[in-house]
């Protein structure tokens, strides 16, 4: 039997594949959030099955991002009205100890943040 030749799989692929890596995502959580198989999701990321846009619709709402922003990842979309300033969205991932939370009083300072 010959080895099937699969298409390219869809830059949109890639940019699931880099979101997986980034957020230590699991090729399962995205099938749950995709509501299909583990196995199928491997064919959706190998290319051997296209993911449908209610797939895609799923697996954004299950990242907690907008489709948008998956075909622009790591950029994040944000229309720019005439005269506006364009914001750049910045996320960062610190770890620290408690010991360290507490010197600086993270939690606090978070607190006042989110009251504002």
């Known amino acids: 039997m010959k080895n099937k030749k699969y298409p390219k799989p869809h830059s949109v692929?890639?940019?699931l594949l880099r979101i997986m890596k980034d957020r230590n995502i699991?090729?399962?959580?995205?099938?749950?959030?995709?509501?299909?198989s583990p196995s199928?999701?491997?064919?959706?990321?190998s290319g051997k099955v296209q993911i449908s846009?209610?797939?895609?619709a799923d697996i954004a709402s299950g990242l907690k991002m907008q489709i948008t922003d998956i075909h622009t990842y790591p950029d994040i979309y944000e229309k720019v009205e005439e005269g506006r300033?364009?914001?750049?969205?910045?996320e960062v991932e610190i770890e620290l100890t408690d010991e360290e939370?507490?010197?600086?009083d993270l939690k606090n300072k978070?607190?006042?943040?989110?009251n504002l």
């Open 40 to 45: 199928q999701m491997s064919r959706i990321l």
């Open 26 to 36: 699991k090729q399962e959580t995205l099938a749950e959030y995709a509501k299909v």
């Open 13 to 15: 692929i890639d940019k």
């Open 101 to 104: 939370v507490e010197r600086i």
């Open 53 to 56: 846009i209610w797939q895609f």
């Open 110 to 114: 978070v607190k006042n943040k989110i």
């Open 85 to 90: 300033t364009h914001k750049i969205l910045v």
